[in-house]
């Protein structure tokens, strides 16, 4: 497959398999090695490239979605006798570390500064939070960026433009000829209406490291993310409609989100590092039910119904229903998930959610909680809760539901509630462990909701 690319300002082209790494693509094919690989799954950072202004994991791309983009790499910087103000920075603090890490931490608050010329400190912990290896220490690093900013680093950004035609990828060999690249729904249903077996790609998240750990394979896939209808967050009525192709670094940016949906926030915010951000989408991870996935602990809450499409029309229904079992959502062959519909909460509602890992930053939940709540006069009239990592697909908690609603909040309803959850939970890992955060985390919720 064809494929063209602006890098740090040159127009380039390739000719690779449509799901070979950006990464691969920029050091085997083009020469740019300044980005490294460490895991090849989207956990350290070492290959972080911006594309589009956005930070992203260079091995997470498959080269059909870099094809037309901008990007730029650790060299379009400076170069080792030409170094810019950041990289100058790095050095003369000290923050600079092994070969392998140093690029993608440079590259990982260049993103940063492109996008928030005042970072704080916590912010900047933030942007770096994908870039785990920091063997001489973190402060270090910190002051860098800091340094960068005080010396006038942002002051010196010019605006990129991207050389590329604007066309989708060419395919080059027959086999390319299953790899579909549709810029509208319209070609997304006719694909699928005209060919089985045909696999859907959206950030490649999941995707990618499965590939990669032989778990997944496919005979002909269909790539969503040039699809525009699929991208949207609005809010319709009394609805929030989100377009299945929305990521999890759109949900954070979104003022409709952060007004309406602090929670979804939240578990967005709490969803892998800034660059898995930018790449992972709702759709997808709704799609790939499992009990893991962090989305589906507050949406079941937040009440969201899913909106599936294919040539025959639309189907909607709630998202308990759309997640059938362990990796098994209710998706028909030639059908993908539209949008994610979430009612606008009630005025005197309260959401939250809650995930605990074995760290706090890029961790896989070990528990998540979700709930929302209506309360009016001190006595909660609604409530939903949810829970994820506990079972092969998220749960509702019912039992617990129904110990609570219609009642006065009081210290002793808290007691019986925190109980409540504690039988009504059944992990197969840590039982004992898992059982007690969850009682845990319900008292919080409910100690919040007295307040
Ligand atoms: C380093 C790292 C950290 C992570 N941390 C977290 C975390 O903390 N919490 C969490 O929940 N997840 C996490 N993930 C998992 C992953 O990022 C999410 O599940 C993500 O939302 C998947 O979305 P995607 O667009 O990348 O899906 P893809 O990989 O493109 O696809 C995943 C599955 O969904 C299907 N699919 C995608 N979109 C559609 C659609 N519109 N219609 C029909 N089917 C579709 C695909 O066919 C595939 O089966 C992490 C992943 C990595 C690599
Ligand atoms: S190589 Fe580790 S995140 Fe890409
Ligand atoms: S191994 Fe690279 S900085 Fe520690």
């Not at 890992?357 to 939903?384: C, D, H, M, P, Q």
Request: proline share 6%; glycine share 8%.
């Amino acid at each position: 497959m064809r494929i063209e690319m602006t890098i740090n300002g040159a127009l380039y082209f390739a000719d690779v398999p449509p799901m070979k790494p950006l990464l691969s693509v920029l050091r085997e094919d083009l020469g740019f090695k300044g980005s490294k690989e460490g895991c090849g799954e989207g956990e350290c950072g070492a290959c972080s490239v911006i594309i589009g202004g956005r930070l992203v994991n260079a091995c997470l791309v498959p080269a059909v979605q870099a094809s037309g983009c901008e990007i730029l790499t650790i060299e379009g910087l400076g170069s080792p006798n030409d170094m810019d103000m950041l990289q100058k920075a790095f050095v003369s603090e000290g923050a600079v570390q092994c070969g392998f890490c140093t690029p993608g931490m440079v590259i990982a608050a260049r993103a940063l500064l492109e996008e928030n010329p005042t970072p704080t400190r916590d912010e900047i912990k933030v942007a770096l939070s994908g870039n785990i290896c920091r063997c001489t220490g973190y402060e270090k690093i910190y002051n860098a960026v800091e340094k960068a900013v005080g010396e006038g680093y942002c002051d010196i950004f010019r605006p990129r433009e991207n050389l590329c035609s604007g066309q989708a990828p060419m395919p080059t060999s027959e086999s390319d000829k299953n790899c579909f690249t549709p810029e509208d729904l319209k070609e997304v249903f006719e694909i699928l209406d005209q060919n089985s077996d045909v696999s859907i790609l959206a950030g490649s998240t999941d995707i990618i490291p499965d590939i990669k750990n032989g778990k997944y394979s496919f005979k002909k896939i269909i790539d969503l993310s040039r699809v525009k209808e699929l991208k949207g967050i609005n809010k319709v009525g009394d609805a929030i409609r989100i377009g299945s192709c929305v990521t999890n670094g759109d949900i954070i940016r979104s003022s409709i989100i952060r007004k309406y949906l602090p929670a979804l926030r939240e578990a967005a915010f709490r969803s892998g590092a800034p660059a898995v951000q930018n790449r992972a989408t709702i759709g997808g991870n709704l799609s790939t039910a499992s009990g893991a996935a962090d989305l589906p602990t507050i949406l079941l809450p937040l009440d969201a119904s899913v909106v599936t499409e294919g040539i025959g029309g639309a189907r909607e229904m709630k998202l308990e229903k759309f997640i059938i079992g362990y990796r098994e959502p209710d998706l028909k062959p030639n059908e993908i998930m539209r949008e994610i519909v979430i009612p606008l909460p009630g005025e005197k509602s309260f959401q939250k959610f809650y995930k605990r890992g074995s760290r706090k930053a890029l961790t896989l939940s070990r528990i998540s909680l979700g709930f929302y709540a209506e309360v009016e006069n001190g006595v909660i009239w609604e409530i939903r809760a949810a829970a994820g990592s506990m079972s092969p697909i998220p749960v509702r908690l019912k039992e617990l539901e129904s110990a609570l609603r219609m009642k006065r909040l009081t210290g002793e309803l808290v007691e019986e509630a925190a109980k409540a959850a504690y039988d009504e939970v059944n992990p197969r890992k840590s039982p004992e462990w898992r059982k007690r955060m969850t009682s845990n985390l319900v008292k919080s919720f409910l100690k919040e909701l007295m307040q």
